[in-house]
T-cell receptor, first 116, second 113 residues
Framework: AQTVTQSQPEMSVQEAETVTLSCTYD???????LFWYKQPPSRQMILVIR??????QNATENRFSVNFQKAAKSFSLKISDSQLGDAAMYFC?????????????FGTGTKLQVIP | NAGVTQTPKFQVLKTGQSMTLQCAQD?????MSWYRQDPGMGLRLIHY???????DQGEVPNGYNVSRSTTEDFPLRLLSAAPSQTSVYFC????????????FGSGTQLSVL
């Protein structure tokens, strides 16, 4: 079974600074997808960024970028120029791409605090 | 465009009571699923469905029941509520296309006393 590990339960960053959230995963698959979801206090789940495993190029979305290391099974999220609105719980997620229903497995989350 | 509609937003139950959490989506998605979110444990899959009439168990199915009579609706039933079922519940849907994100409902905060 696939597992997703987020080893940082909480992180903090100064406003306008950069922070990196870590995620590692375990899989025997070669083709899969990785996601970062944001959950603000409103409880809404928002997709931040996604990465296809077959793509070597790291995904970017405005101030959000990832460092995808397939061999190391690592998928970290970098937030640049942190804003107060970035304060939230962040979940790393894995979705396999083969064989029937592609179940999504989530990590335990990292709570990000942004300090003014 | 409503997306995924989940009701109720909050619910308090007594141990032993039963209830149904409702979930409906208007995007014609094949896949629908229920997750529970607990502190320090992330989101865990309870049950999922790949189409009308087809359901299967996830990681933590005990104490829950589902059915999918239509593409749009995927209710989650708590048969006899227990304090261990106190949690935040999310319904999510997605098209069968594998790279698609999950579309989430707004969640239900359930407390079982």
């Amino acid at each position: 079974a696939q597992t997703v590990t987020q080893s940082q339960p909480e992180m903090s960053v100064q406003e306008a600074e950069t922070v990196t959230l870590s995620c590692t995963y375990d899989t025997s698959e070669s083709d899969y997808y990785l996601f970062w979801y944001k959950q603000p206090p409103s409880r809404q789940m928002i997709l931040v960024i996604r990465q296809e495993a077959y793509k070597q190029q790291n995904a970017t979305e405005n101030r959000f970028s990832v460092n995808f290391q397939k061999a190391a099974k690592s998928f970290s999220l970098k937030i640049s120029d942190s804003q107060l609105g970035d304060a939230a719980m962040y979940f790393c997620a894995y979705r396999r791409s083969s064989g029937g229903y592609q179940k999504v497995t989530f990590g335990t989350g990292t709570k990000l605090q942004v300090i003014p | 465009n409503a997306g995924v509609t989940q009701t109720p937003k909050f619910q308090v139950l007594k141990t032993g009571q039963s209830m149904t959490l409702q979930c409906a989506q208007d995007m014609n998605h094949e896949y629908m699923s229920w997750y529970r979110q607990d502190p320090g444990m992330g989101l865990r899959l309870i049950h999922y469905s790949v189409g009308a009439g087809i359901t299967d168990q996830g990681e933590v199915p005990n104490g829950y029941n589902v059915s999918r009579s239509t593409t749009e609706d995927f209710p989650l039933r708590l048969l006899s509520a227990a304090p261990s079922q106190t949690s935040v519940y999310f319904c999510a849907s997605s098209p069968a296309t594998k790279h698609e994100k999950l579309f989430f409902g707004s969640g239900t905060q359930l407390s079982v006393l």
